[in-house]
């Protein structure tokens, strides 16, 4: 995959997001367009996943 300038500042920009949302004490799941609308399913498994990752986590 070819990246541009464009892509270049808009991975750096999402890198600085997820860094200042961190810092926030929020998680950051990411998934592709194409997973969202023809793999909602998986999707929504993962986000459950993840949130009882935390609860667990939370609880310890």
């Not at 541009?4 to 999402?14: A, G, I, L, Q, W």
């Not at 592709?32 to 459950?48: C, G």
């Amino acid at each position: 995959m070819k990246y541009t300038k464009k892509r270049e500042n808009s991975r750096e920009y999402d890198q600085m997001r997820n860094k200042h949302m961190k810092g926030l004490g929020l998680h950051v799941l990411r998934f592709q367009n194409v997973d969202i609308s023809e793999n909602t399913e998986h999707v929504i498994e993962r986000i459950q996943q993840e949130v009882a990752r935390l609860k667990t986590k939370s609880e310890e």
